[in-house]
């Protein structure tokens, strides 16, 4: 039997307005070799531990193959899987509509791999998946004002020149994606004395210049 936990949130859409979501609590990790003894346990399915594993090992590569000539990839019974690209870190976005550089093949790179899982194969895990309450996880509020935060967060840029979201989560006490955010609503105001530079990892706030 799965547990679930009511996960507190702020929807920022509506002025800090507390809401939840509902989370499975995970109980760890199945990895391959778990995943291969059950497949084969009492010899249901005719199968030995070594073959189902070349299988698995083959079709990964096969997924792969396919997936880098430009195909989407759909097991039946699972799911389909199609590439997603992005911009490296240390470019920037393309502008169509100006004279900017334009973008070459050595500027993209996979980001990731897309997952739309087969409705049957989602249809059945929810049929089977009998679920009990687990209790309850409330965000960390931050002890200090957002003007508060903001000033200690110029006092950190003034002694060490440039401030990471994980300087301001130290600094402010706030979980780290509402002090992401928070943040890059802080560089975009007019009046702000705090400017973002970078993108991705490379991502820094520093003191705006008057």
């Not at 996960?7 to 509506?14: A, R, S, T």
């Not at 240390?90 to 334009?102: R, V, W, Y």
Request: glycine share 6%.
């Amino acid at each position: 039997m799965a547990r679930y936990i009511k996960q507190e949130v702020i929807n920022f859409q509506q002025e800090g307005k507390k809401r939840c979501f509902y989370r499975i609590a995970s109980r760890g990790n199945v990895g391959q070799d778990d995943l291969l003894d059950e497949m084969c346990a009492h010899g249901r399915t005719g199968l030995n531990k070594g073959n189902v594993k070349a299988v698995l090992t083959l079709l990964a590569e096969t997924m792969q193959y396919f997936l880098t000539q430009g195909y989407s990839v759909t097991l039946d019974d699972i799911g389909n899987f199609s590439l997603s690209l992005g911009l490296k870190d240390d470019k920037e976005e393309e502008d169509l509509d100006s004279n900017a550089p334009k973008r070459n093949a050595q500027s993209i790179h996979v980001t990731g791999v897309n997952f739309k899982v087969n409705k049957r194969f989602l249809r059945n895990i929810d049929i089977y998946c009998k679920l009990e309450r687990a209790g309850v996880s409330r965000m960390n509020r931050s002890p200090f004002t957002k003007e508060e935060r903001i000033a200690k967060a110029v006092e950190y840029i003034k002694s060490h020149g440039i401030m990471r979201v994980d300087d301001y989560v130290r600094i402010t006490k706030l979980p780290k994606s509402t002090a992401s955010k928070e943040l890059r609503d802080i560089s975009r105001m007019d009046d702000s004395p705090i400017k973002s530079s970078g993108r991705g990892s490379s991502l820094v706030y520093m003191l705006r210049t008057q």
